[in-house]
């Protein structure tokens, strides 16, 4: 089935520092979308992105939609404790309705 | 606004059984998705409704379903329960307009077979 392969796995950072991850897959993708999950809670919406090349941000934080609909990133600038979490990639094929496939998540570690 | 609520938050039940978890979307929200959260496998799609019809649905066995109710709150039912079964498991609910797939979880109901 499709896959989505999310890098890193984990990262370990000072505070302050900047924070990136991204996702690749070999299929074509209408929507990325990026969430955060909270230890005990289901994941967060962060950000939602529907066309190629799309750049967009929210507060700290920041992603795009690949050109080739393939790939996706999300940079975190200045990290705080907060960030501190697992970071999920997900995305919805054409046709595909509701069903969002996921990558396994970058766990984020946040050194004070 | 209340968000996406599922019950009941923990469940401990032996193999064999049957289980089934409730999900009330967000008011408004007529799309209801189900996800199996495991350390293993990650975020699977279970399925998905809308308007009481199922639109979509995942890789799983057919112990696994779900419906929906004209309310749109959502049901999902194992039966024969294995210990594989053990998992999070997540429902999510979304505005169904064009191009909007940013879907809201609820906080999960965590299902262990013993």
């Known amino acids: 089935g499709q896959q989505l392969n999310q890098s890193p796995q984990s990262m370990f950072i000072q505070e302050g520092e900047d924070v990136s991850m991204n996702c690749t897959s070999s299929s074509i993708f209408n929507t990325w979308l990026w969430y955060k999950q909270d230890p005990g809670e289901g994941p967060v919406l962060l950000i939602a992105?529907?066309?190629?090349?799309e750049l967009t941000s929210n507060g700290r934080l920041t992603a795009q939609f690949g050109i080739t609909r393939k790939d996706s990133f999300l940079n975190i600038s200045a990290s705080i404790p907060s960030d501190v979490g697992i970071y999920f990639c997900?995305?919805?094929?054409?046709?595909?309705?509701?069903?969002?496939?996921f990558g396994q998540g970058t766990e984020l570690s946040v050194k004070p | 606004k209340a968000g996406v609520t599922q019950t009941p938050r923990y469940l401990i039940k032996t193999r064999g059984q049957q289980v089934t978890l409730s999900c009330s979307p967000i008011?408004?929200?007529?799309?209801v998705s189900w996800y199996q959260q495991t350390p293993g496998q990650g975020l699977q799609f279970l399925f998905e409704?809308?308007?009481?019809?199922?639109?979509n649905k995942g890789n799983f066995p057919g112990r696994f379903s779900g419906r929906q109710f004209s309310n749109s709150r959502s049901e999902m039912n194992v039966s024969t329960l294995e210990l594989g079964d053990s998992a999070l498991y997540l429902c999510?609910?979304?505005?169904?307009?064009?191009?909007?797939?940013?879907?809201?979880f609820g906080s999960g109901t965590r299902l262990t077979v013993v």
């Open positions: 992105l529907y066309k190629a090349g």
């Open positions: 409704y809308f308007s009481e019809t199922q639109r």
């Open positions: 999510a609910s979304r505005v169904t307009v064009p191009n909007n797939y940013g879907y809201t």
């Open positions: 997900a995305g919805q094929l054409q046709n595909q309705g509701g069903k969002l496939i």
């Open positions: 008011s408004g929200h007529r799309s």
